[in-house]
């Protein structure tokens, strides 16, 4: 059944958006858990994966696999196109300028960690600062913390108001002549919040600051355009967007990458090797030792493929048509209280439910086949600054529907049944 | 939903909505921490120990519905134990609710505690239900201590 959901959004315009066609692209969507149809909620976690990245890494093992950038025999050739045609379709979905300031990462936190362990330990001194916020997942602040403790330098936070909005006063404020380095969500996995980036950017910049942007939730919901950010660093990882785990994107301004020292020592990373002198590559490869995740890589390019064929723009405004449903049902159900309230959100509802502990609420909804997340995301900052151990959190993508908000809420009565 | 029964019993619900002996200790001997950094959970139990004997027993913290219950049966059963048949219970709840032992002689062992058998179908839970049996244990061993189920 091909169905078509028309339906209209605040603005007035009309939305024509397939999911009903969509979610036959994702096979992982057609099964049961405990008995019940799968409700998939938990996208902020890791998304599904459509049939054709399934399918191109599936062909990558089965006729094109070889090593990248080194055989001259047809399949490393071809593998190697394939690996370095990823590399420019994601300097084009995020407009970077060019191929060279594409690193292939792990994901998200090691993309940070190599900023870290090289900008980081290259620039920072004892008594800098560097700036991050209150709603930082662990993987933007750890990686600062260690570099700090390493340095003797200092880690800056950026509170946030009730609402789970950045304080952009207190952030200008905490810039000054010690601070090396911004490092700052553009989504907020925990809360939803979207970040005024462009301000936080500008207010670095005129002092000479340069910024990193973790934009793990950003990237599957809105369109990112690191140029005209002008961010210096942006991160992402692949499995959030409808590729596959274990690969991720670290961007940097060519400048700023060709400065500093490499990351990891290895194979692929260097020009040329002798026990008196080791020269570096150049960029990208550089900061690519070793094999890379080349399915990974191809399965990314092919996730970013699909996400084109059905338009970033069109999914930013149906999940945000979602939100706006998702935000109206839970939050009309008694005992409900929403942690995130920001103006500007994706599509992430977190929320606390009267007594209820998340984690009984959890795995109620489990029990029904909805998978939510519910702890503290990876986000405990910002968690105390609730005074909350956890939340329920649902996180909606392309493929999720209003019926599946519908189950959800039903999930939700079910819960204050068991602890009414 | 059968499973939803046996993991939330009415007897836990119980404990859950009103637990017992929920206040600090003021004559306690010793005490532990506990935390499961997983969910949140943190607690602290109370014990007043004499010539080895768990003359009174308490505790107090956040959790979630397992744990709370937990705890909460958990000083009911241990009021008035050896710290040896404290130790031997512990053993017993964690088998069964880990699913190492599934035997109904283990399982009868454990008197009222048997409502927590339903937790083994749950893996991710198991730790809200033992984490007041590891903190108690602690406490037992030295007069201040904090453990962690990570």
Known sequence: MRATTERPVSTGRALSFEVHK??????????NVRGKR????????????PRVVLEAIQRYYTSENSNVHRGVHFLSELATRRYEDARSKVRGFINAADDREIIFVRGTTEAINLVASTYGRQNVRAGDEIVVSVMEHHSNIVPWQMLCEEKKALLRVVPINEAGELLLEEYARLLGPKTRLVAITQVSNALGTVNPVRQIIDLAHHRGIPVLLDGAQAVPHSRVNVTELDCDFYAFSGHKMYGPTGIGVLYG???????MPPYQGGGDMISSVTFEKTNYNELPYKFEAGTPNIAGVIGLGTAIDYLKS?????????????LEYATKTISAIPGVRLIGTAHEKAAVVSFVFGNVHPHDAGTILDQE????????HCAQPVMERFGIPATVRVSLALYNTREEIDLLVQGLQRVSEVFG | MSDLRDLY??????????????????????SARGHNPLCGD??????NLKDDVIQDISFEGSGCAISTASASMMTESLKGKTKSDAEALFRCFHDVVTGRSEAPSETSKL????????????????????????????????????????
């Open chain 1, 38 to 49: 799968l409700v998939y909620l938990d996208n902020a976690a890791t998304s599904q994966k």
């Open chain 1, 22 to 31: 969509i979610r036959e692209d994702f096979p992982a969507l057609r099964q």
């Open chain 1, 310 to 322: 059905i338009g970033i723009d069109a999914i930013a405004a149906y999940e945000h048509e979602l």
């Open chain 2, 9 to 30: 019993q009415e007897v836990i619900l119980d404990h859950t909505k009103r637990p017992r002996n929920f206040r600090k200790l003021e004559t306690a001997t010793n």
């Open chain 1, 253 to 259: 301004k060519a400048h700023l990458l060709e400065a």
């Open chain 2, 111 to 150: 008197g009222k505690l048997a409502v927590f058998t339903g937790v083994r179908e749950f893996p991710v839970r198991v730790k809200c239900a033992t984490l007041s049996w590891h903190t108690v244990r602690a406490a037992l061993e030295s007069e201040q201590k904090e453990v962690s189920t990570e």
């Open chain 2, 42 to 47: 943190r607690l602290t139990v109370y014990v």
């Open chain 1, 369 to 376: 086949g909805i998978a939510t997340r519910a702890g503290h």
